[in-house]
């Protein structure tokens, strides 16, 4: 028995048989073996930018015509594609990642080609701008830029002196993400830009970000409160005891250091200047908090459930601005039972990847026997799933934004939490105790 047959074992086959007085041959029986069709040139992956049209072609031949085709997107047929060029028009992202086969089929059987996948080259898109900042002489200040896209990208760090000069400060195929100045003098003061390119893109089309401006001040005694700053409010730039002018001391009694008044952009010798939201409106539907921006400060808004409860989350930045001015932001999730929210000032690092919780579940008392019922509120990128917690235990088939004890006993008493997982991480939210009486 021949087993996996293939074009060469074709032929003539006889059988001999034999005993010790003679031998005798059978009549040849032919073996023909019938080949299924024949792929000379599978279609190619593609690169390409957005818009443009992508043709897919494949080369066959076969022993037993006719040929047929069919046209398969990520294992689905695809209705209509039926020859042996499959033309993708005016593609755009969405289908970046996108697999092509072609089944081709005569008399005999069929046979599929190699997947060609197709990737839409994306220009650098930036997500995180770099930021204006205020630093004293001899400070360390770093700029940096987020961007997606087609990776890898190249990037171009120039600054705008205020003589009008612009030199490179890292050039494409040196610069990162992260431009770092050591030691600033006051000849660093200027605008920062980054250019990114990538394949998508030439030197001359790469995409620039918005300038940030560094501005670098003398501190005389290193206290770090700039020489500038103690002229405008004391009238000499250098800090005193005699006015209550040291960068430890509280000049207008209202508990916050000179330095912490610096730091937020407030008056420190006015005790009802200080860093706050002036107005929250529109809640609980669709808050609007409101507030002062001092020109060239950043600022971040977080929130928290309540004051025993949650952690502080960070939903804005504020961008510093050249001048003083009002601003407005909209939190944007969704309303909870109750938030408390706060300023900072500067702008504080990007939370950790994963949902945001908005309401953990509440302790409860209950009696053995009755239910009791804990929820969570959140918010997060994509789907959100969940994965209830006793005692830091997974309770099995425990799994929606909702756990239900239809009768509580006196073992079920303990810590309830849950881990809410999106597509970028997961959190876990504030426990709940139970107490069963």
Not at 212 to 232: K, N, Q
Not at 270 to 275: E, G, I, V, W
Not at 317 to 322: K, M, Q
């Amino acid at each position: 028995m021949l087993t996996n047959v293939q074009p060469a074992n074709a032929g003539d086959y006889v059988a001999v048989i034999m005993n010790p007085a003679n031998s005798v041959a059978s009549a040849p029986a032919t073996l023909t073996v019938l080949k299924v069709p024949t792929i000379i040139s599978s279609p190619l992956s593609v690169s390409i930018a957005p818009s443009n049209n992508v043709p897919f072609t494949v080369v066959a031949t076969s022993e037993h015509p006719p040929l047929t085709y069919q046209w398969l997107l990520n294992g689905v047929n695809l209705p209509g594609q039926t020859s042996n060029t499959l033309t993708i028009p005016n593609v755009q992202l969405p289908l970046n990642g996108n697999k092509y086969v072609v089944v081709v089929t005569d008399q005999i059987g069929s046979v599929t080609s190699l997947p060609a996948v197709l990737t839409v080259l994306v220009k650098p898109i930036i997500l995180s701008q770099p930021l204006s900042q205020t630093a004293l002489v001899g400070d360390t200040v770093s700029f940096s830029v987020a961007v997606a896209g087609t990776p890898p990208f190249a990037y171009r760090w120039r600054v705008v002196q205020t003589n009008g000069v612009s030199p490179v400060l890292a050039n494409f195929g040196k610069g990162m993400p992260t431009i770092t100045l050591t030691n600033v003098q006051l000849t660093n003061t200027g605008t920062y830009t980054v250019s990114v390119t990538n394949v998508a893109t030439t030197i001359i089309s790469a995409v620039n970000s918005v300038g940030a401006f560094l501005t670098v001040l003398v501190d005389s005694d290193g206290d770090r409160i700039p020489d500038v700053w103690m002229m405008l409010y004391f009238g000499h730039p250098t800090g005193q005891a005699s006015d209550n002018s040291l960068a430890g001391q509280d000049a207008d009694g209202d508990g916050m250091t000179n330095l912490q008044e610096y730091i937020a952009g407030t008056n420190p010798r006015d005790p009802t200047s200080y860093l706050k939201i002036d107005t929250i409106s529109g809640a609980p539907s669709a808050t609007t908090l409101q507030f002062n921006a001092i020109s060239n400060k950043t600022y971040s808004l977080q929130f928290k459930e309540s004051l025993t409860a949650g952690v502080w989350t960070k939903f804005a930045d504020v961008v510093a601005g050249t001048n003083t001015h009002a601003v407005s932001v909209l939190d944007p999730y969704p309303p909870g039972n109750s938030r408390l929210y706060r300023l900072a000032v500067p702008q504080l690092p990007a939370n950790p990847p994963g949902p945001a919780i908005l309401a953990s579940p509440q302790s409860l008392t209950v009696s053995a026997g009755s239910p009791a019922r804990f929820s969570v509120l959140a918010a997060g990128t994509g789907s959100l799933t969940y994965q209830w917690l006793f005692n830091s235990n997974p309770v099995t088939g425990a799994n929606g934004p909702t756990f239900l004890l239809p009768s509580a006993q006196a073992t079920n008493a303990g810590a309830y939490a849950v881990m809410v997982s999106d597509q970028l991480g997961s959190t876990v939210s504030q426990p709940a105790m139970l107490t069963v009486k």
